[in-house]
């Protein structure tokens, strides 16, 4: 219960819309909500004052009032709508940006452990719903909560010498008495909307595993099988939505009795009044049944969004303070470093020192480990155990914009190889080499405006190398750069890359560019050593 509520009061403080923003739409909301209940109850009050003393000029007054609201409600409910939109879209928009942000952030490991099923599709959800955390759940709360308390207050003011003061105490006390036990049964709420939505992740997920195996089952007359493990799945579900139900009608009794309550009091309470005032109070005592209402809902908003951001601080991690300067010094070094995936140990207390300039090859078996360990080179991995440096510098304490200027990573598979020449190459970068005569070196001729659809695959991988070389990196890192290129295409890719004064770690199985680097490393079975030349 701590921690839910600790949760939503967290995520309550992110979201916080702007003061001036959030005051005029709690302003908005609470005069609306009052004229709404104004209206509902002086236009009753007429009608008893109406038929107790005929005649215009005897119910003119609170006929002038009650037209007043009337023209007011339109516009009064526009305004808070209109306030409430507002602050519904900054808030999409803030925390789009931020999940943008956070997931930026990702090293290439975490980005494939999450890259399955709808994750996007679910954050963006997740992310539009923490609107409703002020939309749907504080500002709805806040408001019916000053509408309680300003009908109690006229209770007790505004008739003829204090006559229904008491009520309005009790009033007062009922009302906050079914607001906390309102509370109290969110923590309920929350564990049962919680284990419902792990019962019916469960039940999903069976269907998605079983359906792949069905047809081997029946064949192999195993079928109960299935049958049975689904059933256990939807009895569970089953359990967790009536156990929801439950808890749920729980509220919805409460502010129903309440209501029931507060007239009671009228009844026991009621001094001898004008049955006009009698009518007024007794409609403000069943409004606290739906004023109720209205917060059992929004709590029930707030049930919602604390699943929401229960799901995203599971994607979320504290920002990486990254602010140290690119050294001066470029050799690479790696003290006892050790690199695992999915629990395999790919490199084992390795250490190496690449000094600047040098070609350096890493060869192994398909799976060894090479490209994970690029990308630890890179700051794209993160480093299971020792350390991994350049010019003595963590490569992870490295700012992140001048490591992505200096250091430059071509993947086997390159990506975003569509669209115009000039995008393609530059991805918003400025250049500092003449790239399209770069590209033409390696038999690839285009311009700015040259369109890229359906490049093969070693044209794909000169693109990504050319593109890599555009900031002239200090180092740059290439897994199977000459993959599906030909001997002579190889050819003019290694004289490129030795045209540029960086040093170059290549993953590779060709033995061309083995010949060509100044070492070679073989990497298997998580053991990195040096080849002899």
Known sequence: MNS??????????????????????????????????????????????????????AVAGVLIIIEVLAFLRSPLRFFERV????????????????????????????WRTHAAGDLLERSLRDTDELQDLWLRFALPVINTVVALVLGDVVVAVLPPHGKWLVTALW???????????????????????????????????????????VPELTLLGRES?????????????????????????????????????????????????????????????VATADSLAAIRLALDTAVAVSGSSERLEDLEESPFLASAAWPVDATIRATHL???????????????????????????????GKSTLLRALG??????????????????????????TMLAYVASEPGLTRGYARDVLLLGRSSVRESHRDLATLGVTSEETTRFDELSRGERQRVAIVRALVTSPRIVLADEPTSGL?????????????????????ATHDERVVQWCDQSYELAQGHLRQLNR
């Open 486 to 506: 030909g001997a002579e295409e190889t050819d003019k890719v290694l004289a490129l890359l030795a045209s540029v004064d960086a040093t170059l770690v290549v």
């Open 338 to 368: 050790s690199l695992r995936e999915e629990g395999a140990i790919l490199v084992s207390d390795a250490n190496f020192e690449f000094a600047p300039g040098q070609r350096i090859a890493i060869v192994g078996p398909s799976g060894a």
């Open 171 to 213: 009033f007062l006390v009922i009302q906050a008495v079914a607001v906390a036990l309102l509370i109290t049964n969110l923590g309920p709420l929350l564990r049962a909307d919680r284990t419902l939505r792990h019962a019916r992740g469960a039940y999903q997920g069976s269907l998605v595993e079983l359906s792949a195996v």
């Open 225 to 285: 099988f299935a049958s049975s493990r689904l059933a256990r799945r939807r009895e569970a579900l089953e359990r967790a939505e009536g156990i929801v139900h439950q808890v749920q009608r729980r509220s919805i009794v409460l502010s129903l009795v309440a209501g029931l309550v507060a007239v009671q009091v009228v009844w026991l309470t009621s001094p001898h009044a004008s049955p006009t005032w009698l009518v007024v109070v007794a409609l403000l005592g």
């Open 83 to 110: 306030s409430a939109h507002r602050l519904g879209f900054e808030a999409v928009t803030r925390w789009r940006r931020w999940l943008v942000a956070m997931v930026g952030r990702w090293d290439y490991t975490r």
């Open 379 to 404: 700051g794209l991995d993160p480093v299971s155990s020792g350390e991994l440096s350049i010019g003595g510098v963590p490569v992870r304490d490295i700012d992140e914009a001048q490591l992505r």
């Open 4 to 57: 839910d509520l600790g949760r939503l009061v967290r995520w309550l403080r992110r979201a916080q819309p702007p003061a001036f923003d959030l005051t005029r739409a709690i302003l908005a909301g609470s005069v609306a909500t009052l004229t709404s209940v104004g209206l509902l109850v002086g236009a009753v009050g007429l009608l008893v004052e109406s038929a107790r003393r005929p005649g215009l000029a």
